[in-house]
Nanobody, 124 residues
Framework: QVTLVESGGGLVQAGGSLRLSCAAS????????MGWFRQVPGKEREFVAS????????YYTDSVKGRFTISRDNAKNTVYLQMSSLKPEDTAVYYC?????????????????WGQGTQVTISS
């Protein structure tokens, strides 16, 4: 059983930065593709970014390109999402997820394991 725990969310002003972390336990995820998603009430879960096992392949949704950076530390079994130049429309619950394949899926249905989410709120 894999457990993912996100942390680092909070309330910041527009233009500010946050760094989210996702720590995995129960199994090493060094061979998994990891993804970050976000969701606001009443809307579907939205893909944000994904990273392959080595960190050599990364994929971002267009709305966060140039502002967000996904990275991973396999020795720590942890994935990060550095968020900068934050906008009010980035407000959401952010989730990390693990996918056992090598593909950088943006479809949440492809991910097997999910964290509980961390709230990110950006004030204008």
């Amino acid at each position: 059983q894999v457990t993912l725990v996100e942390s680092g969310g909070g309330l910041v002003q527009a233009g500010g930065s946050l760094r989210l972390s996702c720590a995995a336990s129960g199994r090493t995820l060094s061979s998994y593709t990891m993804g970050w998603f976000r969701q606001v009430p009443g809307k579907e879960r939205e893909f944000v970014a994904s990273i392959n096992w080595s960190g050599g392949s990364i994929y971002y949704t267009d709305s966060v390109k140039g502002r967000f950076t996904i990275s991973r530390d396999n020795a720590k079994n942890t994935v990060y999402l550095q968020m900068s130049s934050l906008k009010p429309e980035d407000t959401a619950v952010y989730y990390c997820a693990a996918n056992p394949s090598t593909w950088l899926w943006s479809d949440p249905a492809r991910y097997d394991y999910w964290g509980q989410g961390t709230q990110v709120t950006i004030s204008s």
